[in-house]
């Protein structure tokens, strides 16, 4: 059974700072990894998606790895805005497109 | 395009009492999926749809719990009897494949059971 962490739970910054969260999950037969936000009281939006043949994506300042081997994925921040507060999830992608969670890391970026 | 939608926004309801969720997926969307989201937890996949037929459900309580798509398009979500435990937000979620391309949620209906 597939069991997806998020470390830290919770992380405060000063703005400007780049920040890496880390994600590693216990069955390397995954299909995709995804990296969401979600702000409070809101759904989930998708940041990056990760084919399991990819090592990395990039969008803007995101910038997310994924290693099966080793079952880790991060998701790196650079110069970090008050705007990027928010929880950030870490979804492990099955053949069936079920998506498999931790409980997130909750980011505040301080100005 | 217009996004996933989803109702009520919220509902108060006591134990024991039924309640039903509805929602809306992506036009074109052929995947359909029911998560709970309880609080300082992940979403955990209740069901899932592929046009109307199910893929999954194998974490849906099926004591009280049912789901159903009616002609592959919109769905809703039915707990009979809520329990305390039930207190979560309920996120529909729908992609356009099986392989998690394009998922989009919904902002959610947030249960409260008193």
């Known amino acids: 059974k597939q069991e997806v962490t998020q470390i830290p739970a919770a992380l405060s910054v000063p703005e400007g700072e780049n920040l890496v969260l880390n994600c590693s999950f216990t069955?390397?037969?995954?299909?995709?990894l995804q990296w969401f936000r979600q702000d409070p009281g809101k759904g989930l939006t998708s940041l990056l998606l990760?084919?399991?043949?990819?090592r990395e994506q990039t969008s803007g300042r995101l910038n997310a790895s994924l290693d099966k081997s080793s079952g880790r994925s991060t998701l790196y921040i650079a110069a970090s805005q008050p705007g990027d507060s928010a929880t950030y999830l870490c979804?492990?992608?099955?053949?069936?497109?079920?998506?498999?969670f931790g409980k997130g890391t909750k980011l505040s970026v301080k100005p | 395009e217009a996004g996933v939608a989803q109702s009520p926004r919220y509902k108060i309801i006591e134990k024991r009492q039924s309640v039903a969720f509805w929602c809306n997926p992506i036009?074109?969307?052929?995947?359909l999926y029911w998560y709970q989201q309880i609080l300082g937890q992940g979403p955990k996949l209740l069901i899932q749809?592929?046009?109307?037929?199910?893929?999954?459900d194998s974490q849906l309580p099926k004591d009280r719990f049912s789901a159903e798509r009616l002609k592959g398009v919109d769905s809703t979500l039915k707990i009979q009897p809520a329990k305390l435990e039930d207190s979560a937000v309920y996120l529909c979620?729908?992609?356009?494949?099986?392989?998690?391309?394009?998922?989009?949620f919904g902002s959610g209906t947030r249960l409260t059971v008193v």
């Open positions: 979620a729908s992609s356009f494949g099986r392989a998690g391309y394009g998922y989009t």
């Open positions: 069955d390397s037969a995954i299909y995709n």
């Open positions: 990760i084919q399991s043949s990819q």
């Open positions: 979804a492990c992608v099955g053949s069936q497109g079920n998506l498999i």
């Open positions: 036009s074109g969307h052929a995947t």
């Open positions: 749809f592929q046009n109307n037929g199910v893929v999954d």
